[in-house]
């Protein structure tokens, strides 16, 4: 049996012209209101470039992987809301001769409404004689919390100095998913313990980030509400930790580094936050050893 990779992430668009397209499909079908068009333009247009480098980096983790793998187990990245598309991935995989994929969320923590439909899309597209394994969740993995707090670490000198606020951070939910016994939130706090473990920090919170636009409520609490509170409170500086996201995108460039860092300068206080894990040699590590642990 020949085995294959497959790296599925969110997708995005590569221009602005494709945003109403690119959102009528994160809507599941639904078209966008221009007004949510033109908000989104907006936030894509204050990331560095104008654009989000998610594929660009999700196609450096692959590459990265795939000299790890060597050339006998070939990776594709597949995309649920844009190109390239995970059905298109299925698609190059099954051409090189792979009759089993695994597949890889880049999402360490396990949701119906995230992972599961990553999974459900790449089910729903696979090729004839191809069996498909996912990963469904890799969120307390020793190489993931390794990763993790090695960025940790890189950022602690400030807080040695400032008496700083960890916040560990991940996309928040509605509320209705977690309470229909979805584990997301107990696995966030576990990467979160773990991480915090490692790098010696006994003092932290977790914040949810990203909400959706639905009238319903989301898990929190949010990081810009959790920023004004503790401003209130006189805190002065902040480090979030990203520990729900494993590269640069709209979340981590525009969410954090423009939204949440305006929150705290207009409450008087400051918020800076640990690099992304991107193409680095411990999350490469990471992602290698989950297929070789499914070899």
């Not at 989000?52 to 980096?57: A, G």
């Not at 190109?83 to 009759?99: K, S």
């Not at 990763?147 to 950022?155: K, N, Q």
């Not at 525009?254 to 680095?280: M, W, Y």
């Amino acid at each position: 049996m020949h085995t294959g990779v497959l790296l599925m992430a969110h997708g995005t668009p590569s221009s602005m012209d494709e945003m109403p397209e690119y959102l009528r499909l994160v809507r599941g079908g639904r078209p966008p209101s221009p007004d949510l068009v033109a908000e989104m333009r907006h936030n894509y247009q204050a990331l560095p470039g104008g654009r989000s480098p998610l594929t660009e980096i999700t196609r450096a983790q692959a590459d990265a992987l795939r000299v790890r793998l060597g050339r006998d187990i070939p990776v594709a990245v597949g995309m649920r809301n844009w190109t390239p598309f995970i059905r298109d991935a299925l698609a190059e995989l099954a051409a090189a001769g792979a009759t089993r994929v695994i597949g890889i969320p880049m999402a360490p923590q396990f949701s119906a409404l995230s992972v599961q439909k990553y999974i459900d899309a790449a089910i729903a597209s696979l090729p004839g004689g191809v069996r498909f394994e996912p990963v469904r969740s890799f969120h307390a993995h020793p190489l993931l919390l390794d990763a993790f707090a090695g960025r940790l670490r890189e950022a602690l000198p400030l807080g040695e100095n400032v008496d700083e606020d960890v916040v560990f951070t991940a996309h928040s939910l509605p509320v209705r998913v977690i309470e229909s016994g979805d584990a997301y939130v107990d696995e966030v706090a576990e990467t979160a313990r773990g991480v915090a473990a490692r790098v010696g920090i006994t003092r932290y919170e977790v914040a949810y980030q990203s909400a959706g636009r639905t009238p319903e409520p989301w898990i929190g609490p949010d990081l810009n509400a959790w920023i004004k509170t503790r401003a209130a409170a006189g805190r002065r500086h902040f480090l979030a930790v990203p520990i729900g996201f494993v590269c640069d995108h709209t979340e981590i460039l525009f969410d954090i580094d423009v939204q949440a860092a305006a929150t705290a300068r207009e409450a008087g206080a400051s918020l800076r936050r640990t690099a992304s894990l991107n193409a680095s040699p411990p999350f490469i590590a990471l992602l290698e050893d989950l297929v070789r642990r499914m070899l």
